[in-house]
């Protein structure tokens, strides 16, 4: 039996990443916090006041017998702008930039490839930080699975984006 591996993802306001990554097939648990900024345990109200640099970000543990990192990455793909600095939707700080913070040395090549193919085909260039992940803090209690504690809570994700095959919810 494999072990779960883990990743982390930036893709602007955390709620609706995770929201997105929990309902996938192969993704066994999430959580939202902060990752590689400039202090130990920020808030996010030293988000907001940008005294604190880190990213919003969503941990996700995953099966990688049942999905695959380059899977995984498709589907960050498909739900963000990876052309946009330090922005994602209508949501703009450093705080939602994007990005792909590993802490497994191996994931860095599969990442590195993945973004060069998409590259390829793009004239535009892909703005998505790669990073070792340098250290990640859980988020408040009341950002964890926020949407679904607060289901018309703000999301500028598109979870319709998630096929039924792909829903472990369907």
């Not at 996700?60 to 793909?77: G, N, Q, V």
Request: with cysteine; charged share 25%; proline share 3%.
């Amino acid at each position: 039996m494999m072990e779960n591996k883990r990743i982390v993802f930036g893709g602007g306001c955390f709620w609706g990443v995770e929201a997105y990554f929990k309902r996938l097939k192969g993704v066994c648990s999430t959580r939202v916090g902060y990752a590689n900024g400039n202090k130990k345990n920020p808030t996010y109200e030293e988000l907001k006041a940008h005294i604190a640099t880190h990213v919003e970000a969503c941990e996700i543990s995953y099966d990688p017998a049942c999905i695959t990192l380059d899977s995984l990455l498709s589907h960050l793909f498909r739900i963000i702008n990876p052309y946009t600095i330090n922005r994602q939707g209508p949501d703009m700080g450093i705080q939602y930039r994007s990005g792909i913070y590993y802490s497994n040395v191996e994931d860095k090549s599969i990442i590195e490839a993945f973004i060069k193919k998409i590259q390829q085909s793009s004239v535009r260039q892909i703005v998505v930080e790669v990073k070792e992940e340098r250290e990640f803090y859980a988020a408040e209690d009341y950002h964890q699975d926020y949407l679904t504690k607060n289901p018309g809570g703000y999301c500028h994700i598109n979870l319709g984006l998630l096929s039924k095959e792909e829903d472990k919810n369907s």
